[in-house]
């Protein structure tokens, strides 16, 4: 039954992998090069491994669909949110946990064999596994637990996991449930633990509230195994599942919900009624690459295309399924846990998927921009989801996690997402409601009142200081334990997102809310300060920061310096321009910062903790992080496209082409910011403004493919596919020296969003010279 190393390698990866003679083990990126089919699907051309030395709990995916409620996967370190998780270079198995989301663990299982008694197994259950035995693919997650000489397979649907055990040696045949412990971010406990039948068995686990997620919160599980368990042995940690002793090969579906155990079952009953192990497999990888293939290229090196399906890859994990499929969800908005319906459609089946998520802080220049492009349902339904959140708890939310609010980062993070997905044409929602539910997060008691984390308070986000002063100080002068007082960076995202607002309520005909709006936008000139050429942190009389240092790291900007987010102006680069003395300047500045940030390769160390080492910390331009991730396409507005030509493909080379374990992102890829940044500045397509205004727009880059072919949704766009072809193209020749639109010139450096959706072909001739 087993799929063994080379049945994988047919089924799954069609020799993606390093073929059936050698071993899976990660080597040197060209080696991958090397090995793989010229004619890789998408899907075989995902490498899972990519970063994941640096994981933290929920990044690391294999045994998932596309935001799936479950993504279950090895756990080599299970202890707190960062550096947790699959870690590539810890080769111990601690266990198979089935949700690893924003502030969120579950059930965790492992295959064991051991003759001690539960209480002595806890302490001491862990099993070493090789990479040389190990095969992982998107969908899939196959190794073989050195200590008990058990191999295990891991696949799943969207809330349902599948395991396949192999036991080969003598002794037990045993499966561990771990009911309580850390894992990842969270405490979990006990909740209930019920067998029905000897092959079936439901119940729950309870995360305790963290500093981030405030109440505890519930994961139910819905467990049915294809042999039976001839024993049973359950304290309040754990429970200890004993096979029959003829029992070698096993398998177990672990369905989860945060509704109920009801809920888990009919998840199950659902996705998964029948038992076979790889036509689960099969689907899995077919759902993939249905969903990458939304985004064809060609062209380019093989380890180039791998990293790109990778990237896209990313860009479609993290942010979870949280509803059951017929629709229920669990509530968590306010003290008392709450069971609700989302909405149905003529089918009786949910009008959308509700989703937990970490902050939308940056996803403008992310997720926003891709999502509604080749994914405008997944847009629409993170739209309808943080909606529903707000009928339920009366806030529209910046990174829920189970039903909980998190006051996840700063600033109304949701509010430029939802406007530029209604902006593009996705109508899935009542505008003047979401208008109202927006609105409420820009004024006093929203969620700009809120600093990072701030649940009992309200004072955090200074808020009533930017309305009468036209800023937030730095210092705050309150009593605050919040995270992220850092009252300049906090100015320029309110100023951004009050314009994306405003550009909804123009949309509306709301003329004075609009008026008022774009007074607020224009709040970030309050904190340029002429004399130093920066944005500059302000005290509460106006007064500007002592010893201002524009390199100095988190001194009132949020993960951030003053030289990087003074280019935080997306609405207003004009503006912004004219504050600096004119585009030329602006320009010139910009470029002096790209190079100064290209020694130490455009990001603050190789990981996100390195972030605040002092050697890394002063960089002018990060795209490690969210802040300045926008820059490179800035030059576009300036009038020095041949800049943003050069510099988005320079970051490219030096940050998003790694194919190792060890380097990815070098940072936080934050689920899926950084894999959709990645994916964007690949194709050459990116919005500075993040699509939030009447006609969006999308910045030409410097495409790396020779053809990209972007699949349109005929529910929501009239044309089929939008297709970019590049003449000529190599890095050297990384500028545009003309361009077509279906076939007539273009001598613009942008394209609507109504010319991409109507369908058709931008032609690029590429050239050495800018």
């Known amino acids: 039954m087993r799929l063994t190393h080379c049945a994988v390698s047919a089924l799954l990866v069609s020799a993606a992998l390093a073929g059936c003679e050698k071993s899976s083990k990660v080597e040197a990126p060209v080696s991958v090069q090397q090995t793989v089919s010229e004619q890789l699907a998408p899907v075989d051309a995902v490498w899972p491994w990519l970063d994941s030395a640096n994981s933290r709990w929920f990044y690391f995916n294999s045994a998932t669909r596309p935001f799936g409620m479950v993504n279950l996967s090895p756990d080599t370190e299970i202890d707190g ?44 259950y862990f099993s070493a596994f090789s990479h040389d035995k190990e095969n992982v693919a998107a969908g899939y997650h196959s190794l073989i637990l050195e200590r008990y000489g058990i191999s295990a397979e891991l696949t799943a649907t969207t809330r349902v996991g599948f395991h396949h055990y192999e036991y080969t040696q003598a002794g037990p045949k045993q499966i561990l449930l771990d009911l309580q412990g850390q894992f990842g971010p969270s405490e979990l406990s006990k909740g209930s633990f019920t067998q029905i039948d000897d092959t079936t068995f439901s119940g729950s686990v309870i995360n305790a509230p963290t500093i981030r997620r405030p109440r505890p919160t519930p994961v139910f599980f819905y467990i049915k195994l294809n042999k039976p368990v001839a024993k049973i ?30 809920g888990a079952k009919q998840n199950m009953q659902s996705e998964l009624p029948g038992w076979d192990f790889n036509a689960a497999v099969a689907a899995s990888r077919d759902t993939w690459n249905e969903w990458l293939g939304k985004i064809r290229v060609e062209g380019g090196s093989e380890k180039v295309r791998r990293r790109f399906y990778t990237d ?78 707000a009928e339920d708890g009366g806030y529209v939310p910046r990174g829920p996690s189970g039903g909980n609010y998190t006051y996840v980062m700063t600033g109304a993070s949701s509010t430029p997402f939802i406007v530029s997905t209604y902006l593009k044409g996705i109508h899935d929602f009542d505008p003047l409601k979401a208008y109202e539910a927006l609105k409420k997060n820009h004024l006093p008691g929203g969620m700009m009142s809120h600093a990072g984390y701030e649940h009992d308070s309200a004072v955090g986000g200074g808020l009533e200081y930017y309305i009468e002063k036209g800023f937030v100080p730095y210092p705050l002068p309150v009593e605050s334990e919040a995270f992220h007082l850092d009252g300049a960076g906090q100015t320029l995202e309110y100023a951004y997102q009050d314009w994306t607002l405003g550009q909804l309520a123009i949309e509306l005909g709301l003329n004075e809310d609009a008026e008022w709006l774009k007074n607020r936008s224009l709040n970030y000139r309050n904190i340029y300060d002429t004399g130093t050429g920066f944005m500059r942190p302000k005290d509460e009389n106006g007064k500007w920061k002592a010893d201002f240092d524009p390199f100095e790291y988190r001194h009132g900007f949020v993960e951030s310096n003053a030289a990087q987010m003074t280019w935080y102006v997306p609405h207003d680069i004009a503006g912004l321009a004219d504050l600096m003395g ?54 576009n507005e300036l009038g020095e496209p041949g800049k943003t030509q050069y510099w988005s493909r320079e970051v490219v080379n030096q940050v998003y ?29 990116f919005q500075v403004d993040g699509g939030a205004r009447q006609e969006p727009v999308y910045q030409i880059g410097s495409p790396i493919f020779d053809r990209i072919t972007i699949a349109l949704d005929e529910r929501y766009y009239s044309g089929k596919n939008f297709t970019i072809e590049t003449v000529n193209n190599s890095d050297e020749n990384r500028y545009i020296k003309s361009a077509w639109l279906n076939g007539k010139p273009l001598n613009r450096r942008f394209l609507t969003h109504g010319e991409i959706t109507r369908g058709g072909l931008l032609k690029l001739e590429m050239t050495s010279t800018p």
């Open 312 to 389: 896209l890859f990313h860009a479609l994990q993290g942010r979870r399924i949280i509803s059951d499929v017929d629709g229920r969800y669990s509530d968590q908005t306010s003290a008392e846990r709450q069971i609700k319906q989302l909405p149905l459609n003529a089918q009786h089946q949910p009008e959308f998927n509700h989703h937990n998520s970490d902050s939308f802080w940056g996803a403008q220049w992310t997720i926003q921009t891709l999502w509604p492009l080749a994914y405008p349902k997944v847009a629409s339904d993170f739209s309808n989801s943080m909606l529903t959140m």
């Open 657 to 685: 082409q790694n194919l190792s374990p060890e380097h990815g992102y070098n940072g936080d890829e934050d689920q899926g910011l950084m894999g959709s940044l990645a994916v964007l500045m690949k194709i050459g397509l």
């Open 582 to 635: 004119g585009e030329k300047v602006a320009a010139n500045r910009l470029n002096d910062a790209f190079e100064a940030a290209e020694k130490l390769g455009f990001t603050s160390g190789t990981a996100h903790a390195q972030e605040t080492h002092e050697e890394y910390r002063r960089i002018p331009v990060n795209y490690g992080n969210q802040p300045s991730i926008q820059t490179a396409f800035i030059f």
């Open 233 to 262: 042995d359950v304290n309040e940690t754990a429970a200890l599942l004993t096979l029959d002793d003829s029992t070698d090969d096993v398998l177990m579906k672990v369905a989860i919900s945060y509704v109920d155990e009801d």
């Open 81 to 124: 949110a960062w550096g947790s998780g699959y870690r590539y270079n810890t080769e111990e198995v601690k266990g198979f946990n089935h949700v690893h989301a924003w502030q969120l663990s579950g059930l965790s299982v492992l295959p064991i064999s051991q003759h001690r008694p539960l209480a002595d197994i806890e302490n001491d």
